[in-house]
């Protein structure tokens, strides 16, 4: 293969993940119009609240193993039974630790056996998740093709049933039930496209040896990974805890655009990224330029998308979700700038991995999941919902951005940030030059 099937190739790939993310992303806000809008703040928020809870725990199930599976398998693709094999047994052994953990956490902590039903049911959906090592295996070969269409197939079944059950007048536990469906869905897909175009599962085995190296490998993503979601989903489980179930439904409502205005940056991050590294191979001092460049086009654009969902945060909320969630349209106006700390983080953090600094990475993390839960716990209580937004905001620009001037190595793009965020605007019309 020349060099140009092996950009068609990425740019397919890319292509498809791009397809795939942004159909993902409006079916969850459509489904979430429609659910919000039937079941009502109350339950849409003890909805979220049953989400948030199976998120915080599912990164244990993950174990961090799914990047090491794709980085072995790319390795060595002869070994792709084994590593598969491994992969699927090691997180099947850490999904049932992660439900036994569940249940002992919602037995002691929780006192309303309606929420413990409905947690322990949607948790169901770690053991069907296992099945990812399929996906990870078809990421591994560049084939996002077959990702996205098992992705895509789900998601129109998922709307159809839920929209289904609007009519029909179901109660929440439906509601609970559907999303544990979804999960069956994308793990039968996922088989299904594995058995289809690569082969037999039957040929799947466990290695001893393999295991303790995968998962000395995958520890250190464990602790990153589990403050990211700590510091991403933490948020709406205080406010149930701390406010009502009506309020975290309202905060809810902004968060569903939020994770739209996010993909904003993660679009631009995947598609210039593979760019970037290739010019670092061939000419450092163009590097230098380019990856200017990338970040203050990047911080410029979303700046003004934060400006805009901002100042057109009630009509936004109003003419989707309705007058009875319109208290989340002050909520949308404060993490609409999430986007701006979402967008400096994303970039400084391909930089990192594309000059290979990546050692001192998830201390950025854990400094972001810290302040969250100290913050979150002090504004919640003065400020309500308001408070969380603003815990949000501020701790998406210390994990992002302020981390990386009290990390030495990171020194650097801390300055490139600060940069971004002044006169980052006087970029924008030269992106044209990363083409090239």
């Not at 795939?20 to 489904?31: R, W």
């Not at 609240?49 to 790319?74: C, K, M, P, T």
């Not at 078809?138 to 998601?155: D, G, H, L, P, Q």
């Not at 913050?375 to 905001?393: D, F, Q, S, V």
């Amino acid at each position: 293969m020349d060099i140009s099937d092996k950009k068609k190739k990425a740019l397919k790939n890319i292509a498809w993940a791009i397809c795939g993310k942004i159909f993902s992303l409006l079916s969850v806000l459509v489904v979430g119009i429609i659910v919000a809008r039937y079941l009502g703040k109350e339950q849409y928020g003890v909805m979220n609240y049953v989400i948030s809870i199976v998120a915080i725990f599912q990164v244990f199930a993950d174990f961090g193993l799914d990047l090491i599976q794709i980085r072995e398998e790319s390795k060595n693709p002869h070994l792709r039974d084994k590593i598969v094999g491994t992969v699927f047994f090691l997180k099947l052994f850490f999904a049932v630790m992660t439900l036994l953990a569940i249940y002992i956490t919602v037995t002691l902590f929780i006192q309303e056996t309606s929420i413990q039903s409905y947690i322990m049911l949607y948790a169901l959906s770690i053991i069907l998740n296992t099945t990812w090592v399929s996906r990870n295996h078809f990421t591994s070969m560049v084939w996002n093709e077959y990702v996205v269409k098992t992705e895509i197939s789900r998601n129109v079944i998922g709307i159809i049933i839920k929209v289904g059950m609007v009519l029909l007048h179901l109660p929440l536990f439906w509601f609970i039930c559907s999303l544990l469906f979804d999960s069956f869905l994308l793990a039968t897909g996922y088989i299904i496209s594995y058995i289809k175009k690569i082969d037999t599962i039957r040929k799947w085995y466990f290695d001893k040896a393999l295991a303790i190296y995968m998962v000395k490998q995958a520890f250190p993503l464990l602790l990153s990974g589990a403050a990211i979601i700590v510091y991403n989903r933490i948020d709406q489980v205080m406010i149930r805890n701390m406010i009502d179930d009506g309020n975290l439904g309202i905060y809810s409502v902004a968060i569903r655009f939020t994770e739209l205005l996010v993909f904003v940056p993660t679009i631009i991050a995947q598609t210039i990224s593979p760019m970037l590294v290739e010019i670092r191979k061939q000419d450092t001092a163009r590097y230098e330029e380019c990856s200017r460049i990338f970040v203050n086009v990047t911080v410029a654009l979303c700046i003004l998308l934060a400006l805009a969902t901002s100042l057109l945060s009630y009509p936004i909320v109003y003419f989707t979700f309705g007058q009875a969630y319109i208290g989340a349209a002050s909520v949308l106006a404060i993490l609409a700038f999430k986007v701006i700390g979402d967008a400096l983080s994303q970039t400084s953090g391909q930089l990192i991995i594309i000059e290979g600094i990546q050692k001192y990475a998830p201390v950025r993390n854990i400094i972001g999941c810290a302040a969250c839960i100290i913050l979150n716990l002090i504004l919640i209580k003065h400020y309500g919902i308001h408070g969380a937004a603003y815990t949000a905001l501020i701790t998406i620009f210390l994990s992002g951005t302020f981390a990386n001037f009290l990390i030495p190595s990171y020194n650097r793009i801390f300055y490139k940030q600060l940069k971004a965020i002044c006169v980052g605007w006087k970029d924008i019309m030269h992106i044209k030059t990363i083409l090239r």
